[in-house]
């Protein structure tokens, strides 16, 4: 049976199967140039770190992002944090019975129950351009952000993250209403709403998992695009763009 990442010590030596997250081939500062492969492995526990030394034309060739891996290797300590060394590695046959579902890590709460509620966030801010503005933006993410993920590695990296990442933060925006009265809770629900909402935007992603950043996201980045978006919405719907709650969004 497949070694879950999470429970990796530093000595095991393991065999299993894996999804390759991120991939980059490199090559050694020594005198003699050597070609590797810099990867990160990832199933549903989480992700880490791997080198494959000595890696040939072919394996360069050969494998790549959301590729299924069957890895024999080591897990070794590399600057106080854990590293697989790969020892062999190839890519899955049917045969070997896996699929990628088996790999990926979701949202501890399905986007069924996650969206209603963020739904009803939105409808229960009383001023209306606020509001207006919250439903223009999200309707841009609206096909994608049950499946993306809140980032690439950092924080809920996997299938609903952004979601999930959002109702909990709305969780914590409510109660610090209730303990301070005195805020304006329609922009913390829209600050809320908003601050990540660029990010499926920002990042290619497939099954929950950031295989790389688009142009936007590269050049621009997803709090200048939510930016945009609130201007965007702002002129579509006729609100001045001098007013406060543009200046506060």
């Known amino acids: 049976m497949t070694a879950l990442i999470k429970g990796f010590k530093d000595g095991d030596e393991f065999v299993g199967f894996y999804l390759i997250k991120e991939i980059e081939a490199k090559q050694t500062n020594s005198s003699v140039k050597k070609d590797y492969l810099d990867l990160v492995l990832a199933d549903s526990s989480g992700h880490i770190s791997a080198k494959f030394w000595n890696a040939s034309k072919t394996d360069i060739e050969t494998f790549f992002p959301m590729c299924l891996v069957k890895v024999q290797g080591v897990v070794q300590v590399y600057r106080d944090k854990l590293q697989d060394k790969v020892l062999r590695i190839r890519k899955t046959v049917e045969q070997n019975g896996v699929s990628i579902t088996n790999f990926i890590r979701s949202a501890p709460i399905g986007a069924e129950e996650l969206l209603?509620?963020?739904?009803?966030?939105?409808?229960?801010?009383?001023?209306?351009?606020?509001?207006?503005?919250?439903?223009?933006?999200?309707?841009?993410?609206?096909?994608?952000?049950?499946?993306?993920?809140?980032?690439?590695?950092?924080?809920?990296?996997?299938?609903?993250?952004?979601?999930?990442?959002?109702?909990?933060?709305?969780?914590?925006?409510?109660?610090?209403?209730?303990?301070?009265?005195?805020?304006?809770?329609?922009?913390?629900?829209?600050?809320?709403?908003?601050?990540?909402?660029?990010?499926?935007?920002?990042m290619i992603s497939e099954y929950g998992i950031v295989i790389d950043y688009g142009n936007q996201g590269k050049l621009v980045g997803h709090i200048s695009m939510a930016t945009n978006w609130i201007t965007e919405a702002a002129i579509k719907l006729g609100i001045d763009l001098e007013s406060n709650v543009i200046m506060a969004l």
């Open 116 to 202: 209603p509620v963020i739904h009803q966030a939105v409808s229960s801010i009383t001023n209306n351009d606020i509001r207006a503005i919250v439903t223009f933006c999200f309707e841009k993410v609206k096909d994608t952000i049950q499946s993306a993920p809140a980032a690439k590695s950092h924080h809920h990296a996997y299938f609903g993250g952004l979601a999930y990442h959002i109702v909990r933060m709305l969780e914590l925006g409510e109660f610090i209403c209730r303990q301070r009265p005195f805020l304006n809770s329609d922009l913390i629900k829209a600050g809320i709403i908003l601050h990540d909402i660029a990010k499926p935007a920002e």
